[in-house]
């Protein structure tokens, strides 16, 4: 078992997430010029290859790296990942803001698409409302111990201790994978928090892991619709959030049977569905 806080190497990556900027910066009434670090923020084009022609599919604004992982889990997210389907980043070193989606059938993979996408940075992962997703979500599973008030306050403490592109900008959400006991699995950063987490189930795709009960998604970000339905749909039963949770979080969190978490800081959290999977006082 890793220690709690360790930054898990398969979170690295290789692509640019912080870039550098001149700034004037302002401290007690005097300006300075000086380098300030920033997060980097790119467009994404996932394209459709098939039949002999290359179709832009979406195109969604994130953070370099990791640009698999981040198509792999939205797909999954819209219902789109089939058995013909591979996912490739592209090896043109002109062109590395592009993954191409390589299929036997082009028509049905656009076709889907443009019927439930609604945008590439909205979250929604064309869902459309909460019971045409509960139609594809089954009850998470957790058969692991009740769990302890104490370590789910500090599991977003240990998720801040593994954001190194964070630290150097103050600039990106993470959404990391817990084990029932506080070990951190995986943790991913990005200038979106839906596409964190994106990039999370991916990753948990590749290690043939869904769906992932006993397990708990933490999320540096507030609990949105979009965080919930991600979370769902991979089979987590347990997310606990740093910010404030939105009312359809909540009502889909307990129609869905998952235990929501918010305002996670410090020794202080609120529960806002499923605290039967929580010890008692």
Known sequence: MSLPGARPAFAESTA?????????????GLA????????????????????????????????????????????HAEGLLRGDLHVSPTQDPDAPNVVTLHTSDPMWLLASA???????ACGVCGSG????????????????PLLSPPLLA?????LRAAQPAFDA???????????????????????????AVDKLVGWAIEQKLLPLADHILVTSSRAGFEIVQKAALAGVPVVVTVGAPSSLAVETAAGLGLTLVGFARGERFNVYAGASRLQSS
């Open 129 to 144: 409302s909460v019971e045409r997703l509960a139609v594809r979500v089954r009850e998470p599973v957790w058969t692991a």
């Open 169 to 195: 900008t103050g600039g990106l959400h993470a959404a990391g994978l817990f084990t029932p006991d506080g070990e951190l699995l995986a943790v991913f950063e990005d200038v979106g928090r839906h596409n």
């Open 32 to 75: 300075t010029e000086r380098d300030d670090a920033v997060a980097v923020e790119e467009p994404l084009d996932i394209r459709v290859q098939g039949g002999g022609e290359s179709v832009t599919l979406a195109v969604t604004m994130r953070t370099p790296g990791h640009d698999r992982k981040l198509v792999l889990g939205w797909l």
């Open 114 to 120: 443009r019927a439930n996408v609604t945008t590439s």
């Open 154 to 158: 500090g599991l977003p403490e240990r």
């Open 16 to 28: 640019p997430a912080v870039t550098h900027a001149r700034v004037l910066a302002y401290r007690e």
